[in-house]
């Protein structure tokens, strides 16, 4: 029986899967969109979530060293604490959405389009 059981394995092992999870949500901080399997979008939603609700609550040094063991990149951290949290500060959660994206072509896998909330679309347009 699959009791108390509330995480998906996605056919890695533990530190392969939050590695994957750490390197994937760096990349939807970043870049604000990103295109992968449906699994895994499910998987990294809650874990993006929590890194953003943390920027939003605690402005201070605790939570940048928090964010800092999170995404090991200052950068990001930064954009986190400046862009992110004043974007969101309305915002009680829900703030990645998954939309699905048909299929891959080489494996018939389900795709999906994993993107934040009220992103700028004008300025990736003209960068």
Partial sequence: ???GINQR???RTSKH????LHNMSMSLIDQERI?????KAKELRPYVERIITVAKTQDNLQ???ILYSKTKDTVLVKKLFTVLSKRYENRNGGYCR?????????DNAPLAVIELVDRDVI???KG
């Fill in 9 to 11: 394995k996605l056919n």
């Fill in 98 to 106: 998954i939309m699905k994206y048909g299929f891959r072509k080489g």
């Fill in 1 to 3: 029986m699959r009791h």
């Fill in 17 to 20: 899967r939050l590695a994957m």
């Fill in 63 to 65: 939570g940048r060293r």
């Fill in 123 to 125: 300025t990736e347009k």
């Fill in 35 to 39: 295109i992968t399997t449906l699994p």
